[in-house]
């Protein structure tokens, strides 16, 4: 297929999009990345002042962040890392903010240059807005980076209590379903009345609650994770083979892996003292999970620039939004039942699904009839290498799933 003007027309034409600005006010406000420096110097003097514990007996990683590897680091942080270039980098992007529900929420907006088809793209956690970056010329710009298909008007917000939205105090808490009215709301005042949505980890479980509560304006969904669990009770097809394969596996990853989940689902704030107040800690606690969920082979810094790690650890300490990100356990668990879908939650809008082999579990990956349970399952990827933040670990096999999708939803 071409990525041309012609093609993006035709697509809004197919598709019944709005592109005359119409839908619910939204005041938009240009935003750009710019942290005063006595924050960097205080950052700085609190890296080099860090008092550590001591190694852990046995393999490097078996208890945690190693020791020797953070120390590295943080030297790197406190001494190389360069924040204004970071910042310039950033801000290459085209960064806003707007009020969409109770939430002052911080955006990136690019569009394809001759009008293309609306994508709102959601992270989740450790990470940030910025995992998402990579996608964006591909996307936006898709002929000019030979990936055949059409091109994208994209959106990618930054999650309430993350980075630079804020997080509200809100009747129900911050769940899945209340981020996926906000988004909702984003895009309807963007002037996109019928819109793509996708994401991995949060990201995917809010556009699953789109889909579910405002099926109407979503014309595909693409996720690079399955988040929620489908409903298997009373009623539902017994489980296949490879469905008890995953979950038993699934199982064994919890038991070694979930202590994180357990902590920030009922105590939040009080892990939050020792990270809002501690870079090494912040580091630590952020990238341990970037090393074991990536496709990385055990050294997250083969697999991702050390820039680019601490351009996403710096993003948290300078906007002190660890805690409030680490309310979304708390909230979901809360005022969701972790959540808990019923019978009756079945996504009719056209799914893909791109299973990448390092997502969480090593080898693991839910099969197809699992994620057909939940979604109406249109596309279905088997990446040859990737994890749990693809949009940055293989921007190129996302951004050529997404045009391929989208592009035979046209067809």
């Known amino acids: 297929m071409r ?31 710019a942290v005063d420096q006595p924050m960097i110097d205080d950052l700085r003097a609190r890296i080099r002042n860090t008092r550590l514990p001591e190694t852990a007996p046995g393999a490097p990683w078996s208890q945690g962040t190693d020791r020797d590897w953070l120390t590295r680091l943080l030297g790197y942080w406190a001494d190389e890392f360069d924040w204004r270039a970071a910042e310039r980098e950033l801000n290459r992007f ?26 709102i793209l959601g992270h989740g956690w450790p990470s940030c807005f910025a995992e998402l970056l ?16 059409p091109a994208f008007d994209v959106v990618i917000p930054s999650l309430p209590g993350y980075g630079f939205s804020s997080r509200p105090v809100v009747p129900g808490g911050v769940t899945y379903r209340y981020v996926a009215g906000v988004w909702h709301q984003l895009m309807r005042g963007l002037g996109y009345t019928r819109y793509g949505a996708g994401g991995g980890d949060f990201g995917a479980g809010i556009t699953t609650f789109m889909a579910l509560d405002n099926p109407g304006s979503l014309i595909g969904l693409h996720l690079t994770n399955l988040e929620l ?11 296949s083979a490879a ?50 969920w990536s496709d990385s082979g055990g050294d997250p810094t083969a697999r991702f620039s050390t820039d680019f790690l601490l351009t996403i650890v710096t993003l948290y300490w300078v906007t002190g939004t660890i805690t409030s990100s680490m309310r979304d356990y708390f909230d979901n668990r809360r005022w969701q039942g972790e959540p808990r879908l019923g019978p009756d939650d079945i996504v009719r809008v056209p799914t893909a699904v791109a299973s990448f082999p390092h997502m969480l579990v090593p080898e693991g990956e839910p099969p197809r009839e699992w994620a057909e349970r939940l979604y109406d399952v249109r596309r279905w990827t088997v990446m040859p290498r990737g994890g749990h933040f693809a949009p940055a670990e293989e921007p190129g096999l996302v951004a050529r799933d997404i045009a391929a999708f989208f592009a035979g939803l046209a067809e």
Do not use: C, N
């Open 94 to 119: 085209s960064h806003f903010r707007a009020l969409a529900g109770d939430a002052e929420i911080h955006f990136v907006h690019e569009s394809a240059r001759s009008g293309g088809i609306p994508l």
């Open 243 to 292: 469905e008890r394969r995953y979950l038993e596996q699934a199982g064994r990853w919890d038991e070694a892996e979930r202590g994180y989940t357990a902590i920030q689902s009922t105590k939040p704030q009080t892990l939050g003292y020792a990270l809002t107040d501690s870079p090494a800690g912040l580091a630590a606690w952020i990238l341990e999970k970037w090393r074991s």
């Open 134 to 149: 990579p996608l964006v010329p591909l996307l936006t710009d898709p002929g000019g980076h030979g990936i055949d298909g």
């Open 229 to 239: 669990a489908p409903y298997t009770g009373p009623g539902s097809r017994p489980l």
């Open 3 to 33: 990525a041309d003007g012609s093609l993006a027309r035709d697509w809004w034409a197919r598709m019944g999009f709005m592109s005359d600005g119409t839908g619910s006010p939204l005041r938009v406000e240009r935003f750009s990345v």
